[in-house]
């Protein structure tokens, strides 16, 4: 049995490739009632899609084995699926193409691939196949991005509020064990922010990474007109240590000296170490700090501030 977390991710893996293959009969010795095995669907989806490749482009492409690409072009050669010419700019090279007969094959296979995955699709309540689908379509940036994920700080969008309500609940609980009267808070302050939003004094950001929200803070006013309060930071477990925290905190206090407040306050807990850690490096200082019963826990309030 898995144990570790990683040993978990491995297992979680290979259990969905199980249950994707074989929902797809993706181990059937012929794909889709086609005379064709799964590399050699591949191999011939590849041709009808490129103009004149090579053996070794076909090879990269699918990250195959140049024999086994040599086989599967030699038994399509036999059944007349293929054809080759000489590459005028390099002698040694043959270009391949598909034959009138090869362009039929290829249509009675994505037709058929068609109609099996539409079935399938079709089979799923509405609700099922849309998280599918929008899984897919992750596994699929994920697999093809060329570079590091990079995370980006944007305003608000529609939902966005009542996701932050959500999540920082969520993540609140299963780190600390706040109970739901920390939800009620956060569904307060973001509601009170949205109704009497002041946009030359307020400001909101969204830690987006990939296109799904990683973390958040709010620049709120206080009844102090030369103090601007900084809440609800938050930054999700698979972004930390991305610097995602210092973006938010570096934006907030960025905005609050551009709009000209002369201090920034926050009010925080002190089981919240890697924020206070994020706030002592932006240069925050403890002003405060007394016990108190919140959340469901004894817990210890701390004010901390910034002269700007």
């Known amino acids: 049995m898995p144990t570790s977390s990683h040993e978990q ?9 199980r249950v994707y293959t074989n929902r797809l009969g993706l181990l059937n010795s012929h ?21 004149d490749p090579t053996a070794a482009e076909l090879s990269r492409a699918l990250n195959l084995d140049r024999a086994q690409i040599s086989r599967t072009l030699k038994r399509f050669g036999d059944r007349g699926l293929v054809g080759t010419r000489e590459d ?6 043959r270009l391949l193409s598909l034959t009138p007969a090869g362009l039929d094959a290829f249509a ?9 995955v539409g079935a399938m699709l079709e089979a799923l309540p509405p609700v099922r196949r849309t998280r599918m ?8 940036k994920i697999f093809e991005a060329e570079s590091a994920p990079s995370v980006t700080l944007r305003d608000p969008r529609a939902g966005d509020f009542g996701l932050v309500v959500h999540r920082q609940a969520v993540l609140y609980t299963e780190e600390y064990g706040w109970n739901d009267d920390y939800e009620a808070l956060v569904a307060r302050i973001l509601a009170d922010f949205r109704q009497s939003f002041d ?6 950001w969204i830690a987006d990474l990939d296109g799904r929200m990683v973390g958040s803070i709010f620049l709120v006013r206080s009844d102090k007109p030369e103090v601007g309060k900084l809440r609800l930071l938050y930054v999700e477990p698979e972004a930390r240590g991305m610097g995602v925290g210092k973006m938010l905190v570096d934006a907030c206090v960025e905005r609050a000296c551009a709009v000209g407040y ?13 924020a206070l850690r994020l706030y002592q490096r932006a240069g925050f200082r403890l002003v405060h700090e007394e016990p108190h019963h919140s959340f469901g826990h004894d817990l210890v309030g701390q004010t901390w501030s910034l002269d700007l």
């Open 108 to 116: 009675a296979l994505e037709a058929n691939t068609r109609a099996t």
């Open 199 to 204: 946009p030359a004094r307020e400001a909101a």
């Open 88 to 93: 005028p700019q390099h002698g040694r090279h």
């Open 31 to 51: 794909l889709d009632k086609s005379p064709f095995a799964l590399g050699e669907a591949r191999v011939l989806y590849e041709l009808a899609h490129r103009t």
């Open 9 to 17: 991710d491995v297992a979680a893996l290979r259990t969905f490739n």
């Open 133 to 140: 689908l929008a899984a897919a379509h992750t596994m699929t």
């Open 262 to 274: 002369r201090r920034i306050d926050l009010w925080t807990n002190s089981i919240l170490t890697s």
